[in-house]
């Protein structure tokens, strides 16, 4: 197994409605990309400062199968017109479980 494990930070002004559309969006994902084996996403919980806001876990078979996912077109459209108009910082990390 492959796991890509991807945190966000949003700039200041970004709404409620525009962070429910990201998640609403990633949801969608796995439904899209067959490759993805497993798929969790979340707001961060707010009990530490300095955290990032917002996290997706995805796991697949092999590291093919996450690069499928990370050139999909339906992906790379979605990061393009949803998350990076409100980005402000990100981390990710990929790794063999």
Known sequence: MFRHVVMFTWVA???EEQKAEVETGLRKLPGAIPEI????IG????MNPGNYEFAV???FDSEED???YRDHPV???FIADVIRPILAGRAA???TI
Not at 37 to 40: A, G, L, M, S, V
Not at 43 to 46: L, P, T, V
């Open 13 to 15: 002004g970004t709404t």
């Open 37 to 40: 084996r497993r798929y969790e």
């Open 66 to 68: 996450y690069l499928v």
């Open 75 to 77: 992906h790379r459209a």
């Open 57 to 59: 876990v995805a796991d």
């Open 93 to 95: 990390v990929q790794y």
């Open 43 to 46: 707001q961060d919980a707010g």
